[in-house]
Protein backbone atom coordinates (compact mmCIF):
# COMPACT_ATOMS: atom_id res chain seq x y z
CA UNK A 1 0.00 0.00 0.00
CA UNK A 2 1.41 3.40 -0.61
CA UNK A 3 2.30 6.24 1.80
CA UNK A 4 -0.36 8.29 0.87
CA UNK A 5 -2.99 5.83 1.29
CA UNK A 6 -1.40 4.03 4.55
CA UNK A 7 -1.30 7.93 6.04
CA UNK A 8 -4.89 8.62 5.04
CA UNK A 9 -5.71 5.51 6.96
CA UNK A 10 -4.49 6.34 10.04
CA UNK A 11 -5.44 10.19 9.93
CA UNK A 12 -9.52 9.06 8.98
CA UNK A 13 -9.48 6.70 12.12
CA UNK A 14 -7.54 9.14 13.95
CA UNK A 15 -10.37 11.66 13.34
CA UNK A 16 -12.96 9.27 13.74
CA UNK A 17 -11.30 8.20 16.79
CA UNK A 18 -11.17 11.82 18.02
CA UNK A 19 -14.67 12.76 17.17
CA UNK A 20 -16.27 9.55 19.14
CA UNK A 21 -13.95 10.19 22.48
CA UNK A 22 -14.52 12.65 25.00
CA UNK A 23 -11.71 13.83 26.80
CA UNK A 24 -12.69 13.26 30.60
CA UNK A 25 -10.42 15.59 33.25
CA UNK A 26 -8.30 14.22 35.39
CA UNK A 27 -8.46 15.68 39.29
CA UNK A 28 -5.37 15.63 41.78
CA UNK A 29 -5.62 16.41 45.61
CA UNK A 30 -2.59 17.13 47.39
CA UNK A 31 -2.13 17.43 50.51
CA UNK A 32 0.24 20.11 52.04
CA UNK A 33 3.42 18.93 52.50
CA UNK A 34 3.85 21.97 54.82
CA UNK A 35 1.77 24.85 56.37
CA UNK A 36 2.52 27.41 59.16
CA UNK A 37 2.48 30.78 60.45
CA UNK A 38 5.16 33.96 60.52
CA UNK A 39 3.80 37.18 62.90
CA UNK A 40 5.65 40.28 62.48
CA UNK A 41 8.96 41.27 63.82
CA UNK A 42 7.19 43.05 66.98
CA UNK A 43 6.44 39.21 68.44
CA UNK A 44 8.42 37.47 66.50
CA UNK A 45 6.57 33.54 66.40
CA UNK A 46 7.14 31.29 64.02
CA UNK A 47 5.70 27.84 63.48
CA UNK A 48 8.14 25.87 61.61
CA UNK A 49 8.20 24.11 58.54
CA UNK A 50 6.16 21.18 58.52
CA UNK A 51 2.55 19.35 57.64
CA UNK A 52 -1.21 20.22 59.14
CA UNK A 53 0.17 22.75 61.76
CA UNK A 54 -1.76 26.17 62.74
CA UNK A 55 -2.34 28.50 59.93
CA UNK A 56 -3.50 31.25 61.69
CA UNK A 57 -3.97 34.48 59.99
CA UNK A 58 -5.04 37.92 60.89
CA UNK A 59 -4.55 40.27 64.50
CA UNK A 60 -4.47 37.78 67.58
CA UNK A 61 -4.25 40.96 70.14
CA UNK A 62 -2.12 41.13 73.02
CA UNK A 63 -5.07 39.50 75.41
CA UNK A 64 -5.23 36.16 73.21
CA UNK A 65 -2.00 35.82 72.29
CA UNK A 66 0.22 36.80 75.62
CA UNK A 67 3.32 35.18 74.17
CA UNK A 68 3.53 36.79 71.10
CA UNK A 69 0.46 39.27 69.84
CA UNK A 70 0.53 41.31 66.71
CA UNK A 71 -0.27 40.55 62.78
CA UNK A 72 0.01 36.38 61.57
CA UNK A 73 0.55 35.48 58.37
CA UNK A 74 0.38 32.31 56.45
CA UNK A 75 2.17 29.40 54.01
CA UNK A 76 1.43 26.28 52.20
CA UNK A 77 4.07 24.32 49.78
CA UNK A 78 2.46 21.14 47.68
CA UNK A 79 4.20 18.68 46.14
CA UNK A 80 2.77 18.73 42.60
CA UNK A 81 3.04 15.56 40.56
CA UNK A 82 3.94 15.04 37.12
CA UNK A 83 0.05 15.63 35.60
CA UNK A 84 -1.46 13.96 32.31
CA UNK A 85 -2.65 17.22 30.80
CA UNK A 86 -2.70 20.71 30.95
CA UNK A 87 -4.48 22.02 33.83
CA UNK A 88 -7.60 23.99 33.41
CA UNK A 89 -8.54 24.60 36.85
CA UNK A 90 -6.87 25.10 40.57
CA UNK A 91 -8.27 25.66 43.66
CA UNK A 92 -6.96 26.01 47.33
CA UNK A 93 -9.01 24.08 50.19
CA UNK A 94 -8.54 24.91 53.75
CA UNK A 95 -10.67 23.84 57.07
CA UNK A 96 -11.76 27.41 58.33
CA UNK A 97 -11.94 26.33 62.04
CA UNK A 98 -12.25 29.83 64.14
CA UNK A 99 -13.30 32.88 62.82
CA UNK A 100 -12.85 35.98 65.33
CA UNK A 101 -14.14 39.07 63.73
CA UNK A 102 -14.91 42.07 66.08
CA UNK A 103 -13.35 44.79 63.92
CA UNK A 104 -15.89 44.28 61.03
CA UNK A 105 -18.45 42.07 59.90
CA UNK A 106 -16.22 40.51 56.61
CA UNK A 107 -12.38 40.36 55.39
CA UNK A 108 -10.68 39.53 52.81
CA UNK A 109 -8.24 36.56 52.64
CA UNK A 110 -5.45 37.10 49.83
CA UNK A 111 -3.67 34.47 48.56
CA UNK A 112 -0.10 35.14 46.50
CA UNK A 113 2.92 33.65 45.19
CA UNK A 114 6.39 32.76 47.36
CA UNK A 115 9.38 31.94 45.81
CA UNK A 116 10.89 31.08 49.44
CA UNK A 117 12.10 27.29 49.66
CA UNK A 118 11.03 25.68 52.48
CA UNK A 119 14.90 25.30 53.28
CA UNK A 120 15.11 29.11 53.76
CA UNK A 121 11.74 30.32 54.83
CA UNK A 122 12.22 31.97 58.56
CA UNK A 123 10.72 34.36 60.85
CA UNK A 124 12.67 36.92 59.18
CA UNK A 125 10.55 36.28 55.94
CA UNK A 126 6.98 37.38 57.48
CA UNK A 127 6.96 40.89 55.16
CA UNK A 128 7.13 38.29 51.91
CA UNK A 129 3.93 36.28 52.95
CA UNK A 130 0.80 37.43 51.29
CA UNK A 131 2.43 40.17 49.00
CA UNK A 132 3.69 38.37 45.85
CA UNK A 133 2.12 37.80 42.52
CA UNK A 134 -1.71 37.14 43.05
CA UNK A 135 -3.19 33.92 43.13
CA UNK A 136 -6.69 34.48 44.79
CA UNK A 137 -8.77 35.85 47.37
CA UNK A 138 -11.97 34.98 49.26
CA UNK A 139 -14.09 37.33 51.54
CA UNK A 140 -14.60 35.35 55.06
CA UNK A 141 -17.39 36.10 57.61
CA UNK A 142 -18.37 33.65 61.07
CA UNK A 143 -20.58 32.26 59.43
CA UNK A 144 -17.82 30.66 57.76
CA UNK A 145 -16.37 28.68 60.93
CA UNK A 146 -16.24 25.39 61.26
CA UNK A 147 -16.58 25.00 57.68
CA UNK A 148 -13.81 23.99 54.13
CA UNK A 149 -14.20 26.59 52.12
CA UNK A 150 -12.17 26.66 48.90
CA UNK A 151 -10.58 29.89 46.81
CA UNK A 152 -9.77 29.73 42.84
CA UNK A 153 -6.53 30.21 42.09
CA UNK A 154 -6.04 32.82 39.20
CA UNK A 155 -4.19 32.25 35.77
CA UNK A 156 -0.72 33.28 37.55
CA UNK A 157 -1.25 30.51 39.63
CA UNK A 158 -1.73 28.34 36.82
CA UNK A 159 0.92 29.32 34.62
CA UNK A 160 3.22 28.93 38.01
CA UNK A 161 1.47 25.30 38.51
CA UNK A 162 3.23 24.37 35.23
CA UNK A 163 2.62 20.64 34.22
CA UNK A 164 5.51 18.77 35.90
CA UNK A 165 7.05 17.47 39.61
CA UNK A 166 7.98 20.53 41.36
CA UNK A 167 6.93 22.36 44.72
CA UNK A 168 3.90 24.94 44.84
CA UNK A 169 4.68 27.38 47.15
CA UNK A 170 2.06 30.17 48.16
CA UNK A 171 1.34 32.66 51.22
CA UNK A 172 -1.40 34.63 52.48
CA UNK A 173 -2.54 37.54 54.60
CA UNK A 174 -5.59 39.54 55.25
CA UNK A 175 -5.57 42.13 52.50
CA UNK A 176 -8.94 44.07 53.94
CA UNK A 177 -8.34 47.25 56.06
CA UNK A 178 -7.86 45.71 59.34
CA UNK A 179 -6.38 47.41 62.56
CA UNK A 180 -3.00 45.57 63.43
CA UNK A 181 -2.24 47.42 66.66
CA UNK A 182 -1.49 44.80 69.57
CA UNK A 183 -4.49 46.18 71.60
CA UNK A 184 -6.87 46.21 68.79
CA UNK A 185 -9.95 44.09 69.10
CA UNK A 186 -9.36 40.46 67.28
CA UNK A 187 -9.61 40.00 63.65
CA UNK A 188 -8.95 36.11 63.07
CA UNK A 189 -9.15 33.35 60.46
CA UNK A 190 -7.81 29.73 60.94
CA UNK A 191 -7.81 29.77 64.47
CA UNK A 192 -6.76 26.26 66.03
CA UNK A 193 -6.09 24.97 62.48
CA UNK A 194 -3.64 22.60 63.60
CA UNK A 195 -4.02 18.87 62.45
CA UNK A 196 -6.39 20.16 59.75
CA UNK A 197 -5.09 19.22 56.23
CA UNK A 198 -4.93 22.10 53.56
CA UNK A 199 -5.08 20.48 49.97
CA UNK A 200 -4.91 21.84 46.24
CA UNK A 201 -7.17 20.67 44.02
CA UNK A 202 -6.11 20.62 40.57
CA UNK A 203 -8.21 20.00 37.52
CA UNK A 204 -6.48 18.99 33.76
CA UNK A 205 -7.72 17.95 30.53
CA UNK A 206 -6.06 14.64 28.85
CA UNK A 207 -4.85 15.10 25.05
CA UNK A 208 -7.14 12.44 23.44
CA UNK A 209 -5.26 9.31 22.91
CA UNK A 210 -5.97 9.55 19.12
CA UNK A 211 -4.52 12.97 18.68
CA UNK A 212 -1.20 11.87 18.35
CA UNK A 213 -2.37 8.92 15.53
CA UNK A 214 -3.89 11.41 13.79
CA UNK A 215 -0.98 14.15 13.69
CA UNK A 216 0.96 11.25 12.33
CA UNK A 217 -1.39 9.89 9.39
CA UNK A 218 -1.21 14.05 9.14
CA UNK A 219 1.86 14.68 8.99
CA UNK A 220 2.60 11.49 6.41
CA UNK A 221 -0.03 13.03 4.20
CA UNK A 222 1.98 16.27 4.36
CA UNK A 223 5.16 14.11 3.39
CA UNK A 224 3.50 12.66 0.66
CA UNK A 225 1.66 15.48 -0.94
CA UNK A 226 5.60 17.17 -1.08
CA UNK A 227 7.29 13.71 -2.87
CA UNK A 228 4.01 14.08 -5.34
CA UNK A 229 4.67 17.56 -6.04
CA UNK A 230 8.42 17.28 -6.06
CA UNK A 231 7.63 14.52 -9.06
CA UNK A 232 5.99 16.51 -10.95
CA UNK A 233 8.64 19.34 -10.98
CA UNK A 234 10.99 16.65 -11.80
CA UNK A 235 9.11 15.20 -14.94
CA UNK A 236 8.16 18.26 -15.86
CA UNK A 237 11.81 19.36 -16.63
CA UNK A 238 12.41 17.00 -19.14
Known sequence: MKLKNIS????????????????????????????????????????????????????????????????YRDFFYFEIPKLDGPIQSATLSLPTRGVTL??????????????????????????????????????????????TQTIDLSAAALAALGNGSLTFALSGRL???????????????????????SQLIITTVPVPAAMPMMLFGLSGLGLSGYRSSKKRKELAAF
Open 175 to 197: SSPTDFNINAPDQLLFGRSQNQI
Open 102 to 147: NQSATTTYQVTSLSIGQADLGILNFADLGTGTFYGSREYSVADAQT
Open 8 to 71: LAIATFGVLALTNTTAEAAVYTINDQASGYISDAGSGNFTGIRPNTNYLVGLCNASNCLNAPGE
